[in-house]
């Protein structure tokens, strides 16, 4: 199998692909004869540069044609790509370096400063310079791998509750199986336009922004700016968008300060990371006569549940019921997965069960390791899955997942602070914001001033959507007789 030939190089060539709409206002099309000449010239620059198959390519790119392109550029050579959000800071990106050891870096040059600072172990390709993606270079690119399907493809980053956040690799398998999910819950048609606003970094960002839409013959929008509701109503009027993918969040705040209104292309809605109230369901049923349907799956699994393409009114706060041929069952209330039903299901975790040698990529068969238990607490009903809780204590904030532990350790360089805890509070908005219980160091005092300090200064540390919206100061924090941090206890309160 071979994402860039079988589907990329496979389209009409004239046929549109990517719709770019630019931070300074520029609008571009470009079309999958463009795409296949541009990620073949990206492809003769990292193969210049001495990457080969197996080695891990790291894209630091906004929402732009040109991380389209280095994605793309991995998938036809057999390079494993790691998309990073751009919010990444120094100490974000050194880690994931550590964990990967890259073979070279594709970067837009606004992250040159975070780039730098984190003491890049390889070359770096730099978008602005033109000529790596010149059409005239695409002759010298390498064949179209021939890639068996447990081949490693790609890396996501996943927040951790106890640890750093983990790498987990995904095979070839992955951007064919995302058919699944792309006819059975995305249902983009040929020809139509397709917008997911994940950023680049997430895992719903490279399968749902391009893989799976044009798996189906559809085209994509880029949309490289930051999220403004009465901007975002705007773009799909103008551009005719017919199926849009958000998070909750930017659901939500768009139906309380903008409020949702007809658009006479849009066909298609889906949301995926957390439960959507039945108001806002109904908000927008009501503007657009669209039902958002829900979906859910993880960075480990792929998608594993949505609501069908439809007219059908969905169960409000369902995450819908499992794919076909998606094997899915509760234990003790806890979601079970079969792993060898998930097409999408990955290889293993970086450094755990996937270590890159010298002699290539030495990965465990998870396949025969059981069920895969989700963390996430559910509950059945007619068919239909509904979402509890974590087991655990990851935040989900705006989508984000975010581990506990990122936060504290940053706060934690602080003079001031001698304890951290951070925990979810409730949040109408984003469904949580973290939050963070904090025992100070003696000669320091509880104050705003101080609390805003830390707040910046958790910024500085990590991406910036990690930091905590609430600080709260404590004399102690609770915990176990074993000294283990009660954070449960912290919630309830």
């Known amino acids: 199998m071979n994402f860039a030939r079988d589907v990329v190089a496979a389209m009409p060539a004239s046929q549109r692909a990517l719709i770019e709409l630019a931070r300074d206002g520029a609008r571009r099309e470009w079309s999958f004869g463009d795409c296949t000449e541009r990620s073949a010239a990206l492809a003769a620059a990292l193969s210049d540069a001495g990457v080969a198959r197996g080695d891990v390519v790291i894209t630091l790119v906004g929402n732009r044609p040109q991380w389209v392109w280095a994605m793309v550029a991995c998938f036809r050579c057999g390079f ?45 390709i730099w978008i602005g310079d033109e000529q790596v993606t010149d059409p005239a270079r695409a002759d010298d690119a390498p064949d179209f791998a021939e890639l068996a399907a447990d081949e490693p493809c790609l890396i996501t980053f996943t927040s951790g509750t106890t640890g ?10 992955y951007l064919p199986g995302q058919r699944l999910q792309a006819e059975h819950w995305l249902g983009a048609q040929p020809g139509e336009l397709v917008w997911c606003t994940a950023a680049t970094g997430w895992s719903k960002s490279a399968r749902n922004v391009f893989i799976a839409p044009w798996i189906c013959g559809a085209a994509a929008l880029l949309h490289d700016a930051r999220f403004d509701p009465s901007e975002r109503l705007a773009i799909l009027e103008a551009e005719q968008v017919n199926v849009l993918c958000m998070v909750p969040t930017e659901f939500r705040v768009i139906a309380k300060r903008s409020a949702p209104r007809p658009v006479t292309s849009l066909r298609s809605m889906v949301a995926a990371g957390e439960p959507l109230n039945p108001e806002i369901l109904r908000a927008y049923h009501e503007a657009t006569g ?52 998930e097409p999408t299901f990955f290889l293993g975790y970086i450094g755990e ?83 963070a219980v904090i025992v100070l160091r003696s000669g320091h005092q509880p104050s705003e001033q101080l609390a805003s300090e830390l707040q910046q200064f958790v910024k500085a540390r990590t991406a910036p959507y990690k930091y905590p919206r609430i600080i709260e100061f404590a004399n102690d924090l609770p915990k176990t007789n074993s000294g283990k941090l009660r954070r449960a206890s912290l919630r309830e309160q």
């Open 80 to 124: 494993v790509a790691l998309a990073c959000s751009e919010q990444l800071r120094a100490d974000d990106l050194k880690l994931r370096f550590d964990a990967t050891k890259p073979a070279a870096i594709v970067a837009d040059e606004r992250n040159r400063e975070a780039l730098q600072a984190a003491s890049p172990p390889c070359p770096i």
């Open 164 to 173: 750093e956040p983990k790498g987990v690799l995904h095979g070839q398998r």
């Open 353 to 435: 069960g996937a270590v890159q040698g010298a002699d290539g990529w030495e990965i465990e068969d998870r396949q025969l390791g059981g069920p895969w238990h989700s963390g996430d607490r559910v509950h059945e009903q007619d068919g239909y899955f509904y979402f509890d809780a974590r087991d655990d204590d990851v935040i989900i904030s705006a989508g984000y997942r975010i581990g506990p532990f990122e936060v504290e350790s940053a706060l934690l360089e602080h003079e001031a602070v001698a304890e951290a805890a951070a925990v979810a509070a409730p949040d109408e908005e984003r469904g949580a914001v973290v939050r």
């Open 290 to 341: 669209v039902w958002i349907r829900d979906g859910y799956g993880q960075t480990e699994t792929g998608h594993s549940t949505g609501h069908p393409p439809g007219p059908d009114e969905p169960p409000a706060g369902s995450m819908g019921r499992a794919l076909p041929g998606v094997k899915l069952t509760i234990d003790e209330g806890e979601l079970v997965l079969d792993p060898l039903s």
